[in-house]
């Protein structure tokens, strides 16, 4: 059932929809960032705290405020609606879930249980907005009287940093390399070609079907300059690669590493200026 039938208003199908992309967005850089640390840890223990470090941070930046938002926000307004009051109260209690399994992810001193709450996070957050697209946001679009415009530009002001605009400014390169997913080697991602470790893997083979795409541009967003990542699929990703040129035109150099028949690796490497995609074999 599309945005359009469930809302009753235009305005309201066009805010469904931005927070259906708004989530789709967060789960998807929420994946990526869980896949590199569970890719590396056990392979390289110093890439492995820097991945846990910019998972944490990301959670306190970016997770953790949108749950606080919505439960203050949509919240309250959703217990009003007819035979909402029990989903809500499990909802409720899904967001004390997700901040104890940040706080648990936070603490641990060891790599590989971080690893295994950083997985357990994806999986309750990922279920946790399907419900939220699938039931709440919804009703909230289909009830006349709620103004779900309103309350979600609340939501976004809540969240967006104090004093700062709610679309945030690009990223500088130094930003890049202190909460970088993929920034693993001691040179930062300079360009200098010190990588002792190779380059850093995301597997989306394990990465839910409706977030892949999601994840995989929200892990490459945050790659510095000169940096790489290494691509690992079930099939020739011709659609994403197609995606990712019409979103970001020139700007990541792509290179076959492996193609098939069980997988297919590809490197990405963020290019110093734009210019034309280069796919090689």
Not at 22 to 42: D, K, Q
Request: with cysteine.
């Amino acid at each position: 059932m599309s945005a359009l039938t469930l809302a009753s208003a235009p305005e309201d199908a066009t805010a469904l929809e931005a927070a259906e992309a708004h989530h789709a967005r967060l789960a998807g850089e929420l994946a990526g960032r869980v896949a590199l640390l569970l890719t590396a840890t056990g392979r390289d223990h110093v890439a492995a705290e820097r991945l846990h470090a910019g998972l944490v941070a990301f959670c306190d930046r970016e997770l953790l405020p949108h749950t606080a938002a919505k439960e203050a926000v949509l919240y309250p307004v959703a217990r009003r609606l007819p035979d909402t009051r029990l989903l809500i109260e499990g909802l409720v209690g899904e967001d004390r879930c997700l901040a104890a399994l940040v706080e648990a992810l936070r603490d641990s001193g060891d790599l590989a249980l971080a690893a295994a709450e950083a997985r357990a996070l994806q999986v309750l957050f990922e279920e946790h907005l399907a419900k939220e697209n699938g039931l709440v946001l919804p009703l909230l679009a289909a009830a006349p009287d709620v103004p779900l415009p309103a309350l979600l530009a609340d939501v976004q002001e809540r969240t967006a940093p104090s004093g700062a605009p709610t679309v945030a400014a690009p990223r500088t390169k130094a930003e890049d390399m202190t909460d970088d997913p993929t920034n693993q080697d001691g040179c930062g991602g300079c360009g200098c070609g010190a990588r002792e470790t190779g380059d850093p893997e995301l597997d989306v083979r394990t990465v839910p079907h409706a977030v892949r795409h999601a994840t995989v541009f929200r892990t490459l967003d945050t790659l510095p300059v000169d940096a790489a990542l290494v691509l690992v699929a079930s099939h020739d990703p011709l659609p994403l690669l197609a995606q990712l040129e019409e979103r970001r035109p020139g700007v990541f150099a792509t290179e076959y590493l492996e193609r098939g028949p069980e997988s297919w690796r590809l490197r990405f490497t963020h290019r110093a200026a734009l210019g034309v995609v280069e796919v090689t074999s």
